[in-house]
């Protein structure tokens, strides 16, 4: 069973910083092609990164560029967001996805095969 699993959401306050997580079970992420998104109460589905099966290549949303990170490790088949200076629009389901297709430069708005549940983020005081 092919799966990805999130973890790490919560509450926190602005200013503040969280890191997701997220575990492929099933398969390995070795040269996968992946992707955050994050869809806010209401409103549309947002590519926010993508990282090239290569890992030579991102892609993030103007929004959190500079604030966000996306990172990897091949060894323990998980990916992660690093978020920081956190604001109240950046509340949302974030979604961890993974796509064996990959390509370079990576483009965040894509198609991608696999998708986590998502964990929520809430930012407020």
């Known amino acids: 069973q092919f799966e990805l699993v999130e973890s790490g959401g919560g509450l926190v306050q602005p200013g503040g910083s969280i890191t997701l997580s997220c575990v492929a079970n099933?398969?390995?992420?070795?040269?996968?092609?992946i992707g955050w998104f994050r869809q806010a109460p209401g409103q549309e589905r947002e590519a926010v990164v993508c990282?090239?099966?290569?890992?030579?290549?991102?892609d993030y949303v103007p929004s959190v560029e500079g604030r966000f990170t996306v990172s990897r490790d091949i060894a323990k088949n998980m990916v992660f967001l690093q978020m920081r200076s956190l604001k109240s629009e950046d509340t949302a389901v974030y979604y961890c996805?993974?796509?064996?297709?990959?390509?370079?430069?990576?483009?965040?708005?894509?198609?991608?095969?696999?998708w986590g549940r998502g964990t929520q983020v809430t930012v407020s005081s």
């Open positions: 996805t993974a796509d064996r297709v990959t390509v370079e430069p990576c483009t965040r708005k894509r198609e991608y095969d696999y």
């Open positions: 099933g398969f390995s992420l070795d040269n996968y092609a």
């Open positions: 990282l090239s099966g290569s890992g030579r290549s991102t």
